[in-house]
C-alpha cells in the first residue's frame, strides 16, 4: 500500500524517569557515544529530518550524520549525504547564529505559515528554503495533514521525527507517527514540569495510542528500543489485551479438546 504521507519514524532520548530536557530548559548531551552511533543509523534512513521551532532555539543544532561510512553509503545510493534538515514554526522567531545554519553540508527548510511575518521571512530565505503553506487565518497551528501531504509530494518518502515534546504529540495525534526509537539513559534528571518525550495536553483515556514491542537492546547501561504504532488500536490498552488473552484462550481450548478427542 502506498501511503499519501511519508513513513514517519520517531526518535528521541530519556533519562530513567522519563525526561528529555532539565528543569533550566537547557539541553544536555546525556546519552552516550553509542547513542549517537545508533541516531546515525536511524538517520541514514531517513531523506528528512524534522523537528520543532523550540528544539532549535534550545538546541541549535544541526541534524548530520556524523559516521563517515553511512554518508559515503548514502552517496553510494545517490541520495543527499545527510537528511534535509526540516524546522516547523509558525512565528519564525527562529535564531539564525547557530550550528542549525552554519554546518554547510546540510539542505535547510522552514516550514511556516503564508500567514506568518514576511519581514520575517524575507530574512530567513538567505539561510533556508522557506515554504509558506496556505492556512486559515483563525489557525496558529499549520496543519500538519497539509504538511505530511506536502512532503510526500516534495520527495520525503522517510521521515524522521526527533522532537520536541509538543511537535511530537502534534505528530502522534495526526496518527502520522509509525515508528518510534526510544533510548532509556540511566540518569535521573526530575523536575515536575520537565518535558517527557510527548507532551503537548495529553490523550484521555479513550484516546490512548498503543505500540508494539518490536525490539530491546542493552549497552552499558542504555536501553535501546523500538516499537511499531498500532494505528487501528486506540484507547485503553486492556480492550486489546483482554481480546489477546481471549484468543490464546480459545487456542488452548481447541487443543484441549483434540487431544481429548484423542483420548476417546
Ligand atoms: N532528548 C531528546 O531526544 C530531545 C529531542 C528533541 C528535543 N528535545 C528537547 O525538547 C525541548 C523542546 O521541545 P518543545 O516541546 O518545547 O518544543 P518543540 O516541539 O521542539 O517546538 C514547538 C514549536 O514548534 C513549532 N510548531 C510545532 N507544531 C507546529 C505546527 N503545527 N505549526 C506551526 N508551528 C509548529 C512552534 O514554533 P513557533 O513557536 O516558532 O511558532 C512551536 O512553538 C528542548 O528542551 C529540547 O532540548 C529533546
Known amino acids: 500500500m502506498t501511503l499519501s504521507r511519508p513513513y514517519v519514524t520517531m526518535n528521541m532520548a530519556m533519562s530513567t524517569d522519563g ?35 523550540n528544539t532549535l532555539r534550545v538546541d541549535g543544532i544541526h541534524l548530520w550524520i556524523k559516521t563517515e561510512a553511512l554518508v559515503k553509503k548514502r552517496a553510494a545510493q545517490k541520495k543527499a549525504p545527510h537528511p534535509i534538515n526540516i524546522v516547523i514554526s509558525r512565528s519564525l522567531d527562529i535564531p539564525t547564529d547557530c550550528r542549525f545554519f552554519s554546518y554547510p553540508d546540510t539542505e535547510k527548510w522552514i516550514i511556516t505559515s503564508e500567514n506568518s511575518d514576511s519581514e520575517k521571512m524575507n530574512d530567513l530565505a538567505r539561510f533556508a528554503r522557506i515554504h509558506a503553506l496556505s492556512q486559515s487565518q483563525s489557525h496558529d497551528d499549520i496543519d500538519l495533514s497539509l504538511v505530511m501531504a506536502y512532503l510526500k509530494k516534495w520527495g520525503v518518502n522517510r521521515l524522521l521525527l526527533e522532537g520536541g515534546s509538543r511537535l511530537n504529540f502534534q505528530m502522534i495525534s495526526h496518527n502520522f507517527v509509525d515508528e518510534l526509537y526510544l533510548t532509556i539513559c540511566p540518569i535521573i534528571i526530575g523536575g515536575e514540569r520537565v518535558a517527557s518525550p510527548v507532551g503537548g495536553q495529553g490523550f484521555p483515556s479513550h484516546k490512548i495510542r498503543n505500540l508494539k514491542f518490536l525490539s530491546c537492546r542493552h549497552f552499558e547501561g542504555e536501553l535501546f528500543l523500538r516499537y511499531q504504532f498500532l494505528h487501528g488500536q486506540i484507547g485503553n490498552p486492556r480492550k486489546y489485551r483482554s481480546a489477546l488473552d481471549r484468543e ?12 481429548c ?4
Open 19 to 53: 525526561k528529555i530536557s532539565t528543569y533550566q530548559g537547557k539541553s544536555i548531551q546525556f546519552s552516550s557515544v553509542e547513542d549517537r552511533r545508533v541516531m546515525d543509523e536511524i538517520r541514514f534512513q531517513a531523506d528528512a529530518i524534522l523537528i520543532g521551532a
Open 248 to 259: 490464546v484462550f480459545l487456542s488452548k481450548l481447541e487443543r484441549l479438546e483434540f487431544l
Open 261 to 264: 478427542g484423542n483420548l476417546e
